[in-house]
């Protein structure tokens, strides 16, 4: 918006040439983005792990909703970070030396089942749907040039509509968790004293960002399955994760 209307008054008050003005609206609400971006995230990061308990919880949601790198260290580098506020963000390294604590959440009833989300799969089937249709008409109305262009987009499509509706069918759990236990899709069940550092994890890449249900066996062997296609939220499936971890040990007493 700060583009536009730089560019806009530029242009209004024949400072420069229309494209110029352009060019120099678009560079100025870049930087203008910039510069609040990293002057707000420092003060956003000493506001926030001040006064969270759970430090370690809220670097994760930082991560996942990008306000964070992947690497997860709230001392990052910022130019416009002042001396003060660095030795602030250097503070509050200290409390990711003390483990988060959580409790058991009683309102998790004893089994919880994960499967495909059925919305998101559906309108994903109907946009391809519509995108093979549309390449089809481009197949058989256009020149010979066209034809082969909606051919290979068609075959994209068609293949991706063919995966998306085997989600769309299949509506056995994905996930089963409960107070014993893990069970992914057709595998054996798995109880949570064979398994170890079960959480959510976020993989970034740019601007995506893709979580996964990860956890440790006792052979120390990593499954991570991505819960992007699920009908459950990262902080809900950490939530499922804690309680049914924390219920487990607990009934160990």
């Not at 420092?42 to 306000?67: D, P």
């Not at 256009?142 to 995966?163: A, D, H, S, T």
């Not at 939530?239 to 971890?245: A, I």
């Amino acid at each position: 918006m700060s583009t536009i209307i730089f560019s806009i008054i530029l242009g209004e008050l024949d400072i420069l040439e229309e494209n110029t003005a352009l060019i120099i609206g678009v560079i100025f609400g870049i930087t203008l983005t910039i510069t609040i971006r990293y002057l707000l995230i420092t003060k956003w990061l000493i506001w926030a792990f001040s006064n969270v308990r759970n430090v370690h919880e809220l670097r994760r949601h930082s991560i996942r909703q990008k306000l964070l790198f992947e690497t997860g260290s709230i001392f990052q580098k910022n130019p416009l970070c002042s001396k003060k506020d660095k030795l602030k963000l250097r503070a509050l390294e200290d409390r990711f030396n003390i483990e988060d604590i959580y409790e058991a959440d009683v309102k998790t009833s004893k089994q919880n089942k994960i499967h495909f989300a059925f919305t998101t799969t559906l309108l994903i089937s109907i946009a391809l749907l519509v995108g093979v249709c549309s390449c089809l008409f481009l197949m058989f109305n256009y020149e010979e040039k066209e034809f082969y262009i909606g051919l290979f987009l068609g075959v994209g499509c068609l293949y991706m509509l063919k995966e998306s509706s085997k989600k769309l069918i299949n509506r056995k759990p994905q996930v089963t968790l409960n107070d014993d236990g893990i069970t992914i899709n057709k595998h054996e069940f798995l109880c949570w004293a064979d398994i170890y550092e079960e959480k959510v994890t976020t993989d970034t890449n740019g601007s995506n960002v893709v979580n996964f249900l990860t956890f440790c066996d006792e052979d120390y062997n990593y499954t991570k399955i991505e819960i992007k296609n699920l009908n459950i939220s990262p902080s809900k499936l950490e939530n499922l994760l804690r309680t049914y971890r924390i219920r487990y040990n607990n009934n160990k007493v």
